[in-house]
């Protein structure tokens, strides 16, 4: 799964790795901090990718042919498939207040045990 930490790759290279991963209710939201000044394409195709002997998730951008303009830095550039398969579910989530306050308070003990172990 992709995570704070998790590769950027442009056409295979590492360009960058994620920073910050958020979810509101138009899906997904991951915050890359790029390592190259590099042009990305707006027709690229951008998924997630599964590399390594463990399946490490990586963000894969594939770039081909005409680019018909390239993103701006600070664009926000949707994973459609994503963003459709996450769109129902954190609907459902986000629907009631109880719903959000359970799913806060599991996110707060995942960080605290994750705090814990690194200490």
Request: proline letters at 4%; glycine letters at 10%.
């Amino acid at each position: 799964m992709l995570g704070q930490g998790s590769l950027v790759r442009f056409n295979g290279v590492k360009i960058g790795t994620i920073e910050n991963t958020a979810i509101s209710r138009n899906g997904l939201t991951l915050t890359a901090r790029l390592e190259m000044d590099i042009d990305i394409p707006k027709n690229s195709r951008i998924h997630e990718a599964k590399e390594g002997l463990l399946g490490e998730s990586s963000l894969q951008i594939d770039a081909s042919g005409d680019p018909g303009g390239f993103y701006s830095k600070g664009h926000t550039i949707e994973m459609e498939p994503l963003r459709k398969a996450t769109t129902p579910i954190l609907t459902d989530i986000l629907s009631t207040p109880a719903k959000m306050d359970t799913i806060i308070t599991i996110l707060r003990r995942i960080e605290d045990a994750k705090n814990v172990k690194t200490k």
